[in-house]
């Protein structure tokens, strides 16, 4: 406005205005959380390859982010409290397998 007059709203932005802003501010966010992501991932590399790990690191990280998700476990219950039961064993990864980028993506809810 030239000559120091007022908007004709009264100085209110319109909502196309406030829309562009908002969209600005959540691109921002987004850009941000993106870059937080790439830095995490960034020094998982690193970690995993100081330990001669060759993990595929989004897999990693997704199950990181399911296993944080999940309820903590319940107390134990006996197989006669029980309708159903299943067994199974399963062993730990061998070093070698787990050097190999192999991950261990077993959780128990009920031990």
């Known amino acids: 406005m030239k000559g120091g007059q007022q ?7 319109s909502s196309v205005v406030e829309n562009i802003e908002k969209m600005e ?10 870059e937080e992501e790439k830095n995490v991932k960034a020094q998982r590399v690193m970690m995993n390859e100081a ?4 993990v595929d690191i989004d897999f990693e990280l ?9 309820p ?20 730990p990864l061998f070093s070698k397998e ?6 261990d993506s077993i959780s128990v809810a009920n031990p």
Not at 25 to 34: A, F, G, T
Not at 51 to 54: E, I, M, N, R, S
Not at 98 to 103: D, L, S, T
């Open 7 to 13: 908007p004709a709203n009264g100085g209110k932005k």
């Open 25 to 34: 501010r959540q691109r921002h966010e987004r850009r941000k959380k993106m």
């Open 51 to 54: 330990a001669g790990k060759k």
């Open 62 to 70: 997704l199950l990181d982010q399911y296993k944080a998700k999940m």
């Open 72 to 91: 903590a476990p319940k107390s134990h219950l006996t197989t006669a409290n029980m309708k159903i039961s299943v067994c199974v064993r399963k062993r």
């Open 98 to 103: 787990a050097n190999n980028g192999e991950i």
